[in-house]
């Protein structure tokens, strides 16, 4: 059973930066691809990106290509998610996710864990 902790959300004006982690612990890390998703309030849970076990490749959604950077520190059993020129439709609550797979992969049912969230909004 693998546990997963989100950290570094907060607040931010728009065009600010931030960066989340996400902490692993209870699992093989190095043998789960990892994903960002992010809810905001009344909408559907949305892909953000997500990065493959050898690390090798990344995919982004569209909303988020070019300013979002995912990668993993696989010594550190943590993920990544450097977050640039962000934006007032950014804001929502990020969720890190891990899959026993590795195929990069944009769907939330495919992740078997997942974190309980961090908050990130983004001022005007």
């Known amino acids: 059973q693998v546990q997963l902790v989100e950290s570094g959300g907060g607040l931010v004006q728009a065009g600010g930066s931030l960066r989340l982690s996400c902490a692993a612990s209870?699992?093989?890390?190095?043998?789960?691809?990892m994903g960002w998703f992010r809810q905001a309030p009344g909408k559907e849970r949305e892909f953000v990106a997500t990065?493959?076990?050898?690390?090798?490749?990344?995919y982004y959604g569209d909303s988020v290509k070019g300013r979002f950077t995912i990668w993993r520190d696989d010594p550190k059993n943590t993920m990544y998610l450097q977050m640039n020129s962000l934006k007032p439709e950014d804001a929502a609550v990020y969720y890190c996710?891990?899959?026993?797979?590795?195929?990069?992969?944009?769907?939330?049912?495919?992740?078997?864990?997942w974190g309980q969230g961090t908050q990130v909004t983004v001022s005007p």
């Open positions: 996710a891990a899959a026993r797979r590795n195929t990069v992969t944009t769907g939330s049912a495919e992740y078997d864990y």
């Open positions: 990065v493959n076990w050898s690390a090798g490749f990344t």
């Open positions: 209870g699992g093989t890390f190095d043998r789960y691809t």
